[in-house]
């Protein structure tokens, strides 16, 4: 779904990457949940709840990691 808005706003669909980031999101969605208030306002629980059953099944890196750079890679180009 890449392209496609996240629900009814105009942001651009970032799809959860890491288990570290569905860690995340799944406990603001349990905050939410609880009826308590969130620590990112600016998405739904609607959002928060298809964000989190698109990853559901998936495997998941521990983390993200961002390309790497091959100029860089190397300790001889220090």
């Not at 392209?3 to 706003?9: D, E, L, Q, T, W």
């Amino acid at each position: 779904m890449p392209g496609v808005g996240c629900g009814k706003s105009k942001r651009k669909h970032t799809p959860i990457v890491s288990e570290k980031q569905q860690g995340f999101f799944g406990a603001e969605y349990a905050r939410r949940k609880a009826g308590e208030e969130g620590r990112m306002p600016g998405i739904t629980k609607a959002e928060l709840k298809s964000h989190l059953e698109e990853s559901a099944g998936k495997k998941l890196p521990k983390h993200h990691s961002p390309p790497t750079n091959p100029k860089f890679d190397s300790p001889d180009k220090y």
